[in-house]
């Protein structure tokens, strides 16, 4: 966020901005654009892209900037981990979010989905949330290769070692989805996103099909 009288006055000024647009009380404000800025790296003097690009998408699709901000909270450390930019992080919780309309929770499901495709059990079991199916990222990695004959790897096609993000591993299962069997469908949701997320990571996949992502 940054130490200095400077980049406080900037980062205080975005919030203050946020707080207007999306008519949230200056603590949520606040929470939402630093918790944005730490994970993704965003320096203050930059900060209000992130204030932009969140009355964009509230203005532009059937979702508010308050909501969104929210999902991007929920979900920003988790898929800044998992490489993905703030770009695509908001893309996935927007669209995803038009058919939900619930963008908080669907960060949320974003989060959680990211753990399950990294095999991180502990923080899974933390929060609370179903661990079924992840005992190792190589039955996982196995498991989506099997039902997808091959199109789907959660690995790096150039290497092996690192691991594709979370937005290339959805975009991947929804450009072989409308090949697979009903039963297969939701046998890979059940993988990715767990048995309580399931109805917001297929609208997180519907979003990539209809190009919404994108």
């Known amino acids: 966020v940054g130490n200095t009288r400077s980049d406080s006055a900037n980062w205080a000024k ?8 999306s008519e949230v009380d200056d603590e949520t404000a606040v929470s939402n654009i630093v918790s944005a800025m730490k994970s993704f790296n965003i320096q203050a003097k930059d900060s209000i892209q992130i204030v932009d690009q969140l009355n964009i998408l509230g203005n532009k699709y059937a979702t508010s900037s308050k909501d969104i901000g929210e999902g991007l909270k929920n979900s920003a450390s988790v898929m800044a981990l998992a490489g993905n930019s703030i770009q695509e992080t908001e893309a996935m919780i927007t669209g995803g979010a038009e058919i939900t309309q619930d963008a908080g929770e669907l960060g949320n ?10 095999g991180m059990k502990g923080e899974l079991e933390e929060l609370g949330e179903d661990v079924e199916n992840i005992e190792s990222i190589s039955k996982i990695q196995t498991h989506l290769q099997n039902i997808t004959k091959g199109k789907v790897n959660i690995f790096d096609n150039l290497d092996p070692t690192k691991f594709k993000t979370t937005f290339e591993i959805f975009k991947d299962i929804a450009s072989v989805y409308d090949s697979l069997s009903e039963i297969d469908q939701n046998d890979i949701l059940e993988t990715v996103a767990g048995k309580d997320q399931i109805n917001n990571i297929a609208a997180v996949i519907e979003s990539f099909k209809s190009g919404q992502v994108d």
Request: proline share 0%.
């Open 109 to 118: 499901a974003l989060k959680i989905s990211t753990l399950r495709l990294r």
């Open 14 to 21: 975005t919030s203050s901005i946020y707080a207007n647009i």
